[in-house]
């Protein structure tokens, strides 16, 4: 396995110890190629986990660039939810357009398991982007962040910010999904392993920011003492800091995954303390590198691993800022 692993948390310190406390358009073609089968397909279609995510924005504008450089087109769909019953059909669909190669997301490791099993049968190279299966052998590759090194990190920050340790939370998207769970899985585990701190587990917010809201708000009245909250994605992290302002709650500190423009806007505002940011675009252009290299015979990584950046205000200026993901490209 490859790993590009970049962690970076200059700054961090200082910033936390100041802190006292869609809908999306289903499609685009970067292109106007068509589809077919043979050696001069250079069709690859991007399957998102969901369509209008800052993140797979982000990822999207990589892929667009990485194939324009070796000649290929792309088609990025996305699903309106992040929920495998929405995703499933477009798979299908671009399964039966046979691009040469498939960039996808899954929604979850064992609802997309058989549509991209069917894909990869179909003769189109898939590559995993972000998310996994339950079983991605069919894969040519895989590229994701590392994700229970994100969530460490994660409590490391709350640490580093509440040292005499108290309750923590975790605010995640839905169980099944590879990301998500590995992120909770970083931090449950730092969280148990220091006794000063007393973990309160995860609540599923459905991807949905007024969930999260209403989950963050209701936690805080029945633990008003609660400490550190993570929220494992963009919309968890959203909504987390709507509920912590809703509470009016200020000795408190957050700390999402994700870097979109309401996520910097909510460190700025000094709601949330700190922020994992992936590297969406690198994902995104390894993706096109490996499905490029499995349709012309060259070496293929069966695993890459991609690292992030912690954000916070002191490095918002700096490599912080540069770590932000794109709205458009
Ligand atoms: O955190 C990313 C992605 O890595 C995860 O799999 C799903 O949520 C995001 O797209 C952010 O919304």
């Known amino acids: 396995m ?4 970049r962690f970076t948390a200059a700054g961090l310190g200082a910033a936390l110890a100041l ?9 685009s073609d970067s292109s106007g190629g068509s589809s077919g089968g043979g050696n001069d397909n250079k069709n690859i279609a991007f399957v998102q986990g969901v369509a209008g995510d800052e993140f797979y924005i982000t990822m999207q504008c990589g892929i667009e660039a990485k194939a324009k450089e070796l000649g290929y ?10 929920d495998p019953t929405l995703q499933k059909p477009i798979v299908d669909s671009v399964t039966a357009s046979k691009p040469a190669a498939l960039l ?13 099993q069917q894909a990869a049968a179909a003769g189109i190279k898939v590559v995993l982007v972000d ?27 709350i640490k580093q910010a509440k040292p005499s340790g108290g309750k923590v939370l975790v605010i995640s998207t839905d169980p099944g999904v590879s990301t998500v769970d590995a992120r909770v899985k970083g931090f449950e585990d730092a969280a148990k392993a ?15 920011p007024a969930t999260a809201a209403n989950l963050v708000s209701s936690a805080l009245q029945k633990d008003p003492d609660i400490v550190g909250i993570f929220a494992t994605n963009l919309f968890s992290a959203e909504g987390s800091a709507t509920g912590v302002r809703q509470a009016g709650a200020k000795d408190l500190t957050i ?14 505002d000094g709601t949330v303390q700190a922020l994992v940011a992936q590297q969406p675009g690198t994902i995104g252009t390894d993706g096109v590198e490996q499905a490029v290299a499995a349709l012309t015979g060259g ?31």
């Open 73 to 82: 087109t792309v088609t990025t769909q996305g699903p309106q939810k992040f």
């Open 299 to 329: 070496s293929v990584e069966k695993k890459i691993q991609t690292g992030f950046t912690i954000i916070t205000k002191d490095n918002l200026s700096g490599e912080g800022g540069q770590a932000a993901y794109k709205s458009t490209c």
């Open 19 to 27: 802190a006292a406390c869609s809908t999306g358009a289903p499609s």
């Open 104 to 116: 996808v997301a899954p929604t979850d490791v064992q609802a997309m398991q058989a549509p991209l």
């Open 255 to 268: 700390v999402g995954f994700d870097a979109g423009p309401n996520q910097i806007k909510a460190l700025e």
């Open 2 to 5: 490859r790993s590009n692993l």
């Open 194 to 208: 220091d006794s000063a701190f007393n973990y309160l587990g995860v609540q599923y917010s459905h991807n949905d």
């Open 131 to 157: 998310t996994t299966v339950n079983d991605p052998s069919f894969a040519v590759s895989e590229i994701s962040s590392d994700n229970v090194g994100g969530g460490k990190a994660a409590f490391d920050a």
